[in-house]
């Protein structure tokens, strides 16, 4: 396809046919439908933010605080969504951001994400909470721009050993996401008194590694017994000390790019280029972390600001191709898909996350295409406007 958006020209001609679509294009016809076919606590788990979820609701209403100016009579027939991130120029500008409970919500929910994100050319960071071994999803996704998101255990040994295996299986980068020391307050997850890692869920990469084995106390993965996986990960899923000299002994162990996930601090962005890393993702986790806290987007351009001259990519509240658009003129080097794409998965493997994705990058182009904008760059020249309003549609998009 010469643009995204022409990805509704087919869908209307296959309707000449009589085809309908098998997925539904609204976020919250997703949601619903997926709420139709998982486990409750699966569900509750991915759907809900921490406390009362008031920061996961202002990061979806934050994006309504701009509007996109539109501009008339200019030739928008061809629409370059293009971006660079490190060096190797990428089509489109969004990425998968790493979600711990794809193999909960689909059997093989890492693999078909990984092969869905290739297919379509879309960058993906591969969370530590997995339900396959961080090799195994490398390896469906060979020849895509592929990053491993590091949860940094309490045990260095451990740590190391991850960064590594990362290393050996090929990803092109680190990302360390650091908002996850210890869990937030989750009332929803407390309610049904449920983790799906206390199931033994996701956890493939911990017991596929020996080091994890020394914890707890045996000499492989088959003597790991359900509730020795568990004991085991509670205790050393998060480390409270993670530091900024942490952060320098991984950057010690690769020239590979090395991202952090989760600072909205402009100042914490400069103490982590300070400390070698090469690109920062704004993000406060989607509002499951930390509750309270500002929307991600406010933070945006704070943080690209102080590290000029670095990639800041950008996740926390994506819903729409319009979010897209919107964190893009703001500055953002790459916008990330959570919940949208987690969604998809639940409800149809590979072809679910490359039917979400493909609506996202067509509404995204189409809208720049509606509003004459032929590139991002012209869209940050003068595209966006702060607006007084809030709309009562983001109670579908939460």
């Not at 049904?192 to 493939?204: D, E, F, I, T, V």
């Not at 933070?299 to 729409?320: Q, W």
């Amino acid at each position: 396809m010469r643009n995204f958006g022409e990805f509704q020209d087919a869908i209307y001609t296959a309707g000449i046919g009589g085809e309908q679509p098998r997925f539904p294009f609204l976020y919250s016809d997703l949601k619903k439908r997926a709420q139709e076919i998982l486990d409750p606590r699966i569900f509750d788990y991915v759907s809900r933010g921490s406390g009362n979820g008031l920061t996961q609701t202002k990061n979806v209403e934050a994006f309504q605080t701009y509007g996109i100016m539109p501009r008339m009579l200019r030739d928008r027939s061809v629409r370059d969504l293009s971006v660079t991130l490190f060096g190797r120029k990428l089509a489109n500008p969004i990425y998968v951001a790493p979600v711990g409970v794809l193999g909960a919500v689909h059997p093989e929910g890492d693999l078909e994400t990984a092969k869905a994100a290739t297919k379509l050319g879309v960058p993906l960071i591969c969370s530590t909470l997995s339900a396959c071994r961080m090799e195994e999803t490398r390896a469906a996704s060979k020849g895509n721009l592929d990053f491993f998101q590091l949860y940094p255990p309490n045990d260095p040994e451990l740590s190391e050993h991850f960064v590594t295996r990362a290393l050996n299986a090929g990803f092109d980068g680190i990302v360390i996401t650091v908002d996850t020391g210890q869990l937030g307050w989750r009332p929803h997850d407390l309610q049904k008194a449920s983790l799906p890692m206390h199931y033994g869920q996701c956890l493939a990469n911990y017991t596929s590694d020996p080091a994890f084995w020394r914890l707890a106390g045996v000499r492989s993965e088959e003597e790991l017994t359900i509730e020795k996986k568990v004991t085991t990960w509670d205790r050393y899923f998060s480390d409270p000390t993670f530091s900024w000299d942490h952060v320098k002994k991984i950057r010690a162990m690769t020239k590979l790019p090395l991202l952090i996930k989760g600072i909205c601090a402009p100042e914490d962005a400069r103490k982590a280029i300070d400390c070698g890393v090469d690109g920062i993702i704004c993000s406060n986790h989607g509002g499951r972390q930390a509750n309270g806290g500002i929307p991600a987007l406010d933070s945006l351009e704070d943080v690209i600001e102080a590290v000029p001259n670095h990639p800041v990519l950008f996740d926390s509240g994506v819903r729409t191709g319009v979010d897209i658009v919107k964190a893009l003129a703001l500055g953002a080097t790459m916008v990330g898909i959570g919940r949208p794409y987690v969604y998809g998965v639940a409800l149809g493997g590979q072809a679910g996350v490359e039917f979400v994705l493909q609506c996202l990058l067509a509404e995204a182009d189409l809208t720049l295409g509606v509003d004459c904008y032929a590139s991002i760059a012209e869209l940050r020249e003068y595209g966006l406007k702060r607006v007084e309003f809030l709309s009562t549609h983001s109670e579908g998009l939460v």
